[in-house]
């Protein structure tokens, strides 16, 4: 076969391909031209009727219920009377525990007390010394040299970790689990055990 043939036979064949593109292309346009319009034509009321073996054109749905409601108001009662009333300034320990459903928090973390899982890690400010106050001066550090450097967005990202509880370091750093975490904690706790745990959870992840 020549070179000529050669070049009238791919010519052939693309012609071929945009045919049979077009002629695909149409058919489409067609279905969907045909899809709105079945669309357009049927209703709600007319697919229940035929369900039901009725004439499309004669059948009309309605209904009416009403239902009274049984449910007792779970913040009736004159504890609640304050945000009832707007008052919200003057809501009391009792109303904001009512609210709550449970006792609410101290108002003031007691620094005396041992770091939890819940605390954050700039609690660790307050702690006289160990690797609480270890890690928390690091952090601080960091971040002092980066607002130094004009680098305040890096410097408010450690800002962000250095208020994180202890209960997200592991969610957020996807390397520590939280036994881990719960081992470190025990060891800024100076609780005797704590390295050990650590490190057994370290090595059997």
Same mark, same amino acid.
């Given at each position: 076969?020549?070179?000529?043939?050669?070049?009238?036979?791919?010519?052939?064949?693309?012609?071929?391909?945009?045919?049979?593109?077009?002629?695909?292309?149409?058919?489409?346009?067609? %279905?969907? @031209?045909?899809?709105?319009?079945?669309?357009?034509?049927?209703?709600?009321? =007319?697919?229940? &009727?035929?369900?039901?073996? $009725?004439?499309?054109?004669?059948?009309?749905?309605?209904?009416?219920?009403?239902?009274?409601?049984?449910?007792?108001?779970?913040?009736?009662g004159d504890v609640y009377s304050p945000y009832y009333s707007?008052?919200?300034?003057?809501?009391?320990?009792? %109303?904001? @525990?009512?609210?709550?459903?449970?006792?609410?928090?101290?108002?003031?973390? =007691?620094?005396? &007390?041992?770091?939890?899982? $819940?605390?954050?890690?700039?609690?660790?400010?307050?702690?006289?010394?160990?690797?609480?106050?270890?890690?928390?001066?690091?952090?601080?550090?960091?971040?002092?040299?980066?607002?130094?450097?004009?680098?305040?967005?890096?410097?408010?990202?450690?800002?962000?970790?250095?208020?994180?509880?202890?209960?997200?370091?592991?969610?957020?750093?996807?390397?520590?689990?939280?036994?881990?975490?719960?081992?470190?904690?025990?060891?800024?706790?100076?609780?005797?055990?704590?390295?050990?745990?650590?490190?057994?959870?370290?090595?059997?992840?």
């Open positions: 076969m020549n070179l000529k043939r050669m070049k009238q036979l791919g010519w052939l064949l693309v012609a071929i391909a945009v045919v049979c593109s077009l002629t695909l292309w149409g058919q489409r346009m067609q %279905s969907e @031209a045909e899809y709105r319009n079945v669309q357009m034509v049927v209703n709600y009321n =007319d697919i229940v &009727a035929l369900a039901n073996g $009725n004439d499309m054109t004669e059948e009309e749905l309605t209904a009416e219920m009403q239902k009274t409601g049984s449910v007792a108001n779970p913040y009736a707007g008052e919200v300034q003057q809501v009391s320990d009792e %109303s904001f @525990a009512a609210l709550l459903g449970h006792a609410i928090p101290a108002t003031k973390w =007691d620094r005396s &007390a041992p770091i939890g899982f $819940n605390d954050t890690i700039s609690q660790g400010e307050y702690l006289e010394g160990g690797i609480g106050k270890g890690i928390y001066n690091l952090i601080a550090f960091v971040r002092n040299v980066l607002m130094a450097l004009e680098k305040k967005e890096l410097g408010n990202n450690v800002m962000f970790v250095m208020n994180l509880p202890w209960r997200g370091v592991a969610r957020m750093s996807g390397v520590l689990s939280d036994e881990q975490v719960l081992a470190l904690i025990d060891m800024i706790n100076r609780r005797k055990g704590g390295f050990r745990n650590l490190l057994r959870h370290t090595f059997h992840k």
